[in-house]
């Protein structure tokens, strides 16, 4: 049975850092493109950051050059490390497999909230 523990989140001042982890069971994280989303009440959920299989990653234009992911196989979990971060930034982050790449896991985790003040 899969399941997505995402964690990590908090409440941090503008220009500060946040690491989140995604921890993975069910399925190893190995084989499958992976992504970090966030969503804002009423909005959709955005897709901000994918790594690869072989560990290309690709990030939103909002979040390039901040955002970090990346993957450890042997602890079957994905990161994603946040740096100078806004108020826009603000949102519950989710991971999920990169739904670029095929179908995503149809039950997502209870995410993580991130708060960034002014």
């Known amino acids: 049975q899969v399941q997505l523990v995402e964690s990590g989140g908090g409440l941090v001042q503008a220009g500060g850092s946040l690491r989140l982890s995604c921890a993975a069971s069910?399925?190893?994280?190995?084989?499958?493109?992976m992504g970090w989303y966030r969503q804002v009440a009423g909005k959709q959920r955005e897709l901000v950051a994918a790594i690869g299989i072989g560990g290309t990653t690709n990030y939103a234009d909002s979040v390039k050059g901040r955002f970090t992911i990346s993957r450890d196989n042997a602890r079957n979990t994905v990161y994603l490390q946040m740096n100078s971060l806004k108020p826009e930034d603000t949102a519950v982050y989710y991971c999920?497999?990169?739904?670029?790449?095929?179908?995503?896991?149809?039950?997502w985790g209870q995410g993580t909230q991130v708060t960034v003040s002014s």
């Open positions: 999920n497999k990169d739904r670029g790449t095929g179908p995503l896991f149809g039950s």
């Open positions: 069910g399925f190893p994280v190995s084989i499958y493109a």
